[in-house]
């Protein structure tokens, strides 16, 4: 049944660079519960890749940045998940506006908290679409 098929949903995740470390949270959702996770979330209608990132990134830690920039794009299907879901992933990376700023975690109900880890140190496990990017050998530095 075609009306009730659910439809690939467009997501904005931000890899927020601060020296050799990235910023990430760990999920509470039905989708990658407890893992380790970017910023970011749904594309609204009308938003630019860059809004939506700095957007999401507002209301999830209060952070703002700058120098925004695209990455790549993803095509992430959720079979196993309570509920099955399928999200094209755009990925983008950007800078703190101020290196001093500090995330609060402003989503409590969607996140245990953010923190800065070193891309050679990630934690474990990672939410499975960032998983695979880092299994590729993909790194999100301007200059590796
Ligand atoms: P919103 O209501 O604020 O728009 O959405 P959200 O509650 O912030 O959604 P989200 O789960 O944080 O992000 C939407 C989807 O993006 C998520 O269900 C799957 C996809 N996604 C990835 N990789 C990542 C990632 O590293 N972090 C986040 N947050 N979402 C990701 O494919
Ligand atoms: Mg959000
Ligand atoms: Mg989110």
Partial sequence: NAAKAPAPRVAVVLFLLKDKSVLLGRRRSSVGDSTFALPGGHLEFGES?????????????GLEINKTEFL???NNVFREEPKPCH????????NLADPEQLPQNLEPEK????DWYDWDHLPNPLFLPLEKMVKSGFNPFPDH
Avoid: D, Q
Wanted: glycine content about 4%; hydrophobic content about 40%; charged content about 30%.
């Fill in 87 to 94: 999200y094209v992933t755009v990925f983008l990376r950007a």
């Fill in 49 to 61: 890749f860059e809004e939506c990132a700095a957007r999401e990134l507002r209301e999830e830690t």
């Fill in 72 to 74: 790549t794009v993803t």
């Fill in 111 to 114: 996140c245990y908290g953010w």
